[in-house]
């Protein structure tokens, strides 16, 4: 259902089934697939020169809430779930199952994969590079100019299964490697070994992984986090992942 009141540009590519809220606005260079569903007051593919004449594609299943804004130029994969007031910028490349909290700030330029889950008030800097299954909670920064203002750009890595907890901010051209995990408040500067727990600021090392617990009385280990976390997960990740730790 598209609402009286919603503002549809001619040339904008539409699926079966999709809903468009009150006052949402979508432009000319935009491709929606099917049984997309978005909010009140949102603007989709704002146009942009940045963008170089790409269009904004959104894949199916997607769910966007109201307030948010995508420029025009990015590509989303199936599944995609944001917050409400999220912004995304132009020349963004999105795997399938991605979600970005309420007030998420996502910058153009930035490659980012399956799956990955941000919280609120997370901004990812130009340029930044997200991989697989990654966990980033609320009010992570991922900065990208090492002596700003400048022109020089320096991207955040952040590599499969890492988990980066709440008010970290992780400096420009650091790599988070797989399964790392980043405690609270902390300030990353340099890169992060895989499985390592980094914490402080600046971040140093406290241990492996390995070495955290359960804290439900099982004694179990806490991480690799895919060995007992497997809600909103594919079926077949899933079955990857129960074999690997059996």
Not at 81 to 102: C, K, P, S, Y
Not at 109 to 133: A, F, L, M, P, R
């Amino acid at each position: 259902m598209i609402h009286a009141t919603a503002l549809i540009d001619d040339g904008a590519k539409i699926g079966n089934n999709v809903s468009i809220g009150p006052y949402s606005i979508v432009h000319k260079n935009v491709v929606i697939g099917d049984n997309t569903e978005i909010g009140a007051y949102c603007e989709i593919g704002l146009p942009t020169k940045l963008a170089n004449g790409r269009p904004l594609i959104i894949g199916k299943d997607a769910v966007i809430r109201s307030h948010s804004v995508f420029y025009e130029g990015s590509t989303f994969g199936t599944n995609l779930v944001t917050g409400h007031r999220v912004t995304v910028r132009e020349l963004t490349t999105a795997g399938d199952g991605f979600q970005i909290g309420t007030l998420g700030d996502i910058q153009g330029h930035c490659e980012i994969g399956d799956y990955v889950k941000c919280h609120s008030n997370v901004h990812i800097g130009q340029h930044s590079t997200v991989g697989n299954y990654v966990w980033i909670f609320p009010y992570v920064v991922l900065t990208n100019d090492p002596h700003p203002p400048s022109e020089v750009m320096a991207g955040v890595t952040i590599e499969d299964f890492a988990v980066i907890a709440t008010m970290s901010v992780i400096l420009p051209g650091v790599t988070v490697k797989k399964g790392a995990l980043v405690g609270a408040h902390s300030s990353v500067n340099k890169d992060v070994a895989p499985d390592a727990v980094v914490a402080g600021s600046p971040a140093k090392f406290i241990c492996g992984t390995e070495k955290i617990k359960l804290k439900d009385g099982s004694g179990n280990h806490a991480y690799p986090w895919r060995r007992h976390f497997h809600r909103g997960y594919p079926e077949k990740a899933v079955a990857e992942w129960i074999k690997e730790f059996s």
